[in-house]
């Protein structure tokens, strides 16, 4: 169930707005202790292609902004992360959905990035690439506590995905949660239900 902080539940969400997205955990299942490498790996979450086709209708941009430090570990290319990339473009907009783009950042953790999350260095580049895009018009949906940086630090609403009870130190970093992306597009359509 979501947790609705009151002036999130009067906010207006219309094609002014822009939806954030992380990758794995969100639109596709992560693999434990390791990463998606390549497209034989990638399974896309239940319901997610709805869910982004319906998300679509309400937002005027959908971008993807995800860490991928296996690149940095040699363990994948930057041409294998691509055509993991094109293949959800491709088949979200197959779906009736939109994916406006998707910003990785293939830099180890121990770098420190500015493209990497909890940094907003991925932000900027949508911003770059997007001038209408206004931060304060955003909203962040991850399934990790840098997911939940990223959006805070760039001054977005921030939405947790999890199936588990939230730690109370959590809390101030997160806006709403909901068990799935499916969960946070019915929200979204039925804001005060």
Same mark, same amino acid.
């Given at each position: 169930?979501?947790?609705?902080? +009151? ?46 086709? +319906? ?24 041409? @294998?992360?691509?055509?993991?990339? @094109? ?107």
């Amino acid at each position: 169930m979501p947790v609705p902080k +009151q002036s999130f539940i009067n906010l207006k969400i219309d094609k002014s707005w822009t939806l954030f997205l992380d990758r794995d955990g969100v639109i596709n299942r992560k693999i434990d202790g390791d990463y998606v490498r390549n497209l034989n790996q990638f399974e896309w979450l239940p319901g997610i292609h709805d869910s982004i086709r +319906q998300l679509s209708l309400v937002f005027g941009k959908i971008i993807i902004v995800t860490n991928q430090q296996g690149v940095g570990k040699g363990l994948m290319t930057h041409e @294998e992360v691509n055509t993991i990339h @094109e293949h959800i473009k491709n088949l979200v907009a197959e779906k009736g959905g939109k994916i406006d783009a998707i910003y990785y950042a293939p830099e180890l953790k121990s770098e420190n990035s500015d493209l990497r999350k909890p940094n907003i260095g991925m932000a900027h580049l949508a911003k770059n690439d997007f001038p209408g895009i206004d931060f304060l018009k955003s909203i962040m949906v991850g399934d990790t506590m840098s997911d939940m940086q990223f959006g805070k630090k760039a001054g977005m609403i921030t939405v947790f995905i999890t199936n588990v009870k939230l730690p109370p130190e959590s809390l101030n970093l997160i806006d709403l949660h909901f068990e799935d992306v499916a969960a946070f597009a019915v929200y979204i359509q039925n804001p005060g239900s």
